[in-house]
């Protein structure tokens, strides 16, 4: 009974952390470029009373043997990079990735991070940068006379200017891919970071070896499915509720065991 309430405790453990982990993909649904995260369960340890093809009488042995588990734990959560909605916005330095890739900044401390957040802006130089003023790689200066952005699906950025009959090339926004992009690590902000299980970056022209294309003037909305989290969040608040249940089962049945010697 002790083992049961033990059991049922690590179910709720795990059952917490999905619930934990829904709430973080809920309040993210209008983050852009924002992908979701599920969780990966595995049971835990089995005590073994008796193991399966042990001797039981004469020649015979027991066929399946007799295991008890001890609950379940959480084995990994993962990023689930599918495509979110593209939805217009106008701006013309607004860029969303139609397929795989990320574009690659670079912060303040030298560090190169990736995201999949096109809202882009230009500082004070004209630097086209994030939200959060970090640089895009490569480098791309916008100038202050231009009257026209314009940025085509393989990322060249052309501007045009007062006195100019024909647009200028100012440069080329690029994509990076990584073998396995499940294995980035979210470092907030809409930011992830190399790991050692995500491989290393490769640099490529939107559009080519598998990266996606640039969309002007549109931005990647969450790929949160509301009421798939809704369902994941009732299915998780019972898993929570029968666990509990168990709790109070062995809890009563030793209630009865110690009135047995009164």
Same mark, same amino acid.
């Given at each position: 009974m002790?083992?049961?309430?033990?059991?049922?405790?690590?179910?709720?453990?795990?059952?917490?952390?999905?619930?934990?982990?829904?709430?973080?993909?809920?309040?993210?649904?209008?983050?852009?470029?924002?992908?979701?995260?599920h969780?990966?369960?595995?049971?835990?340890?089995?005590?073994?009373?008796?193991?399966?093809?042990?001797?039981?009488?004469?020649?015979?042995?027991?066929?399946?043997?007799?295991?008890?588990?001890?609950?379940?734990?959480?084995?990994?959560?993962?990023?689930?990079?599918?495509?979110?909605?593209?939805?217009?916005?106008?701006?013309?330095?607004?860029?969303?990735?139609?397929?795989?890739?990320?574009?690659?900044?670079?912060?303040?401390?030298g560090?190169?991070?990736?995201?999949?957040? /096109?809202?882009f802006?230009?500082?004070?130089? !004209? %630097?086209?940068? +994030?939200?959060?003023?970090? $640089?895009?790689?490569? =480098?791309? #200066?916008?100038?202050?006379?231009?009257?026209?952005?314009?940025?085509?699906?393989?990322?060249?950025?052309?501007?045009?200017?007062?006195?100019?009959?024909?647009?200028?090339?100012?440069?080329?926004?690029?994509?990076?891919?990584?073998?396995?992009?499940?294995?980035?690590?979210?470092? /907030?902000?809409?930011?992830?970071?190399?790991? !050692? %299980?995500?491989? +290393?970056?490769?640099?490529? $022209?939107?559009?080519q =070896?598998? #990266?996606?294309?640039?969309?002007?003037?549109?931005?990647?909305?969450?790929?949160?499915?509301?009421?798939?989290?809704?369902?994941?969040?009732?299915?998780?608040?019972?898993?929570?509720?029968?666990?509990?249940?168990?709790?109070?089962?062995?809890?009563?049945?030793?209630?009865?065991? /110690?009135?047995?010697?009164?």
């Open positions: 002790i083992r049961a309430m033990r059991t049922a405790a690590a179910g709720m453990q795990s059952q917490q952390m999905q619930v934990d982990t829904i709430a973080n993909n809920i309040a993210n649904v209008n983050t852009s470029g924002f992908k979701k995260n969780l990966a369960f595995r049971s835990l340890l089995y005590r073994t009373m008796r193991e399966p093809g042990a001797p039981t009488q004469g020649s015979s042995v027991d066929p399946t043997g007799l295991q008890i588990g001890s609950g379940s734990e959480v084995a990994s959560s993962m990023k689930l990079f599918q495509q979110g909605d593209l939805e217009p916005t106008g701006n013309p330095l607004d860029v969303a990735i139609s397929g795989e890739g990320f574009f690659q900044v670079t912060l303040g401390n560090d190169v991070r990736f995201t999949r957040d /096109g809202h802006r230009t500082d004070s130089t !004209g %630097s086209l940068v +994030s939200v959060d003023g970090f $640089t895009i790689d490569p =480098a791309i #200066t916008i100038p202050p006379d231009a009257t026209e952005i314009t940025i085509a699906q393989d990322g060249t950025v052309a501007v045009s200017q007062a006195g100019s009959a024909a647009p200028s090339i100012v440069g080329n926004l690029t994509l990076v891919r990584f073998p396995n992009p499940a294995g980035l690590k979210a470092v /907030g902000s809409n930011l992830f970071a190399e790991s !050692g %299980s995500s491989g +290393s970056p490769t640099s490529q $022209t939107p559009g =070896a598998g #990266t996606g294309i640039i969309r002007q003037a549109f931005r990647e909305r969450s790929n949160v499915a509301i009421v798939d989290e809704l369902i994941a969040l009732i299915e998780a608040q019972r898993n929570y509720e029968v666990n509990s249940r168990t709790i109070r089962v062995s809890d009563e049945m030793m209630q009865q065991v /110690g009135n047995l010697i009164r």
